[in-house]
């Protein structure tokens, strides 16, 4: 009886028959979803008026995942347009799931806004001065910056020659309110407010806290700059 035992076992084995499924996710099940996920976005950055290149990273043969019952996600693990070698999260959802991280190759052109020609520290930006070319979008992890309009009066943070791509952190907003200007200083609390004349004491931007002094009281106190002449406090 014993003998009947083991030989049905190893007949169960060999003839592909086992009580327990050895079915697995291999390295090139993943490799594959990988590429399909890659190859699904390039068509959509296409269809918005970029050109991608993507390759997928290496993944070890030997790998042996537990069998998906449905196909794996894939999503990215970061965004993209901000590196050229983003991880793809590859995932599996079921009685038995697992995730993983694919390294992966990516290029994405599309227009950017650079400079027309060199501008100086402190100049301020019109239209005229940059102009709108084909770059590599993902080159910087500081991204780009693609409307004329997000960048018209703002301030260069320092010298940039023609043909450079505008970053968010080449640029800066200029002061809403100067040293000594006189502001409103509005006080407010839900929908009640109350306000006063001012001077400031030093120079802000939109959102920046500056010193003012309340030209009634003589008290200095500190507000945000809302708008150019205008402070607000909370009550």
């Known amino acids: 009886m014993r003998?009947?035992?083991?030989?049905?076992?190893?007949?169960?084995?060999?003839?592909?028959?086992?009580?327990?499924?050895?079915?697995?996710?291999?390295a090139a099940d993943i490799q594959r979803t990988a590429e399909h996920f890659l190859s699904d976005w390039s068509e959509t950055m296409a269809a918005n008026g970029y050109k991608t290149r993507f390759e997928v990273g290496s993944i070890d043969r030997r790998l042996a995942l537990a069998a998906c019952e449905s196909a794996p996600s894939a999503s990215f693990a970061?965004?993209?347009?901000?590196?050229?070698?983003?991880?793809?999260?590859?995932?599996?959802?079921?009685?038995?799931?697992?995730?993983m991280y694919v390294?992966?190759?990516?290029?994405?052109?599309g227009p950017a806004l650079v400079a027309s020609r060199a501008l100086a520290?402190?100049?301020?930006?019109?239209?005229?001065?940059?102009?709108?070319e084909t770059v590599q979008i993902n080159a910087?992890?500081?991204?780009?910056?693609t409307q004329a309009a997000q960048v018209s009066?703002?301030?260069?943070?320092r010298p940039v020659s023609a043909g450079t791509v505008l970053t968010?952190?080449?640029?800066?907003?200029?002061?809403?309110?100067?040293?000594g200007d006189h502001v409103v200083i509005t006080a407010r609390s839900g929908s009640f407010s109350v306000s006063t004349r001012g001077k400031a004491l030093a120079s802000a931007s939109v959102g920046e806290q500056v010193l003012v002094k309340n030209l009634r009281s003589e008290r200095t106190v500190k507000a945000r700059a809302t708008r150019p002449g205008h402070v607000e406090i909370p009550m």
């Open 3 to 26: 003998m009947r035992i083991i030989f049905l076992a190893v007949f169960l084995v060999f003839t592909g028959q086992p009580a327990i499924s050895l079915a697995q996710t291999s």
């Open 153 to 157: 009066g703002m301030m260069v943070r």
């Open 103 to 109: 390294p992966a190759r990516i290029e994405i052109h």
């Open 168 to 179: 968010p952190d080449l640029l800066e907003a200029p002061n809403a309110i100067e040293r």
């Open 121 to 132: 520290r402190g100049e301020r930006l019109t239209p005229q001065l940059v102009r709108t």
């Open 140 to 145: 910087s992890r500081r991204g780009v910056i």
């Open 78 to 99: 970061g965004d993209p347009t901000n590196s050229t070698n983003p991880s793809l999260l590859i995932a599996c959802s079921g009685e038995r799931p697992w995730r």
